[in-house]
Each structure stands twice: as structure tokens, then as C-alpha cells.
């Protein structure tokens, strides 16, 4: 069965800074490829970060210089810095794992961030 979850989340004020993690179980996680997306209430889901086994980063324009995506495959796991923070960061945010085998994609059930101004 496979596992997704995150934590980190909470509270902060503008310029401040949070640290995500998430851990996945139940998947080949070296060789699958992990993100960060979040979604802001009326708004779509968008990509935040995503890293391959082989270290490639991607980051979303509005996020580069202010996050940074990173693994730990010993611990299974994936972790979102982001700093100076704006309110217009607040979303709830989602670690996505997808396998190096097959279609399918694995959603954690997100963490809420909230940045006051």
C-alpha cells in the first residue's frame, strides 16, 4: 500500500520561513520522481518543485531563489524550504510521488500554510 505524507505546515508571517517534509512508502522511491504542488483557494492545483532520482530541479518561475526542493532517499523522503514568504503563498500543499514504472501518480492529503502579512 502506498503511503504519502506530509507535515510542516502552519502559520507564519510575511519574510518568514517554513520547512515541508514528506515521506513515501510503499513505492520505488529512489527512482521515483517527487514534487511539491499546492493550491490556493478558487485557484488550480500548480507545480511548486519537483526532483528526479538523478537530482534534476525544477522549480515554478515565482518560486526559484525563494524555495528549495530536496531528497533523502535513505529516508524516503522530500523536503520543501521555503523562504521569505508572502501571503500570497498560502495553499495548501501537496507531495506528489510518481514511479519510474506505470501511469499512476500518489498524492499526499496536504499541509496548510498559511502566511500572514
Known amino acids: 500500500q502506498v503511503q504519502v505524507v506530509e507535515s510542516g505546515g502552519g502559520l507564519v508571517q510575511a519574510g518568514g520561513s517554513l520547512r515541508l517534509s514528506c515521506t513515501a512508502s510503499g513505492i520505488n522511491f529512489s527512482f521515483s520522481v517527487m514534487a511539491w504542488y499546492r493550491q490556493a483557494p478558487g485557484k488550480q492545483r500548480e507545480l511548486v518543485a519537483s526532483i528526479t532520482s538523478s537530482q534534476t530541479i525544477n522549480y515554478a518561475d515565482s518560486m526559484k531563489g525563494r524555495f528549495t526542493i530536496s531528497r533523502d532517499n535513505a529516508k524516503k523522503a522530500v523536503y520543501l524550504q521555503m523562504n521569505s514568504l508572502e501571503p500570497e503563498d498560502t495553499a495548501v500543499y501537496y507531495c506528489?510521488?510518481?514511479?519510474?514504472?506505470?501511469?499512476?501518480?500518489?498524492w499526499g492529503q496536504g499541509t496548510q500554510v498559511t502566511v500572514s502579512s
Open positions: 506528489n510521488a510518481r514511479p519510474p514504472v506505470g501511469p499512476a501518480h500518489y
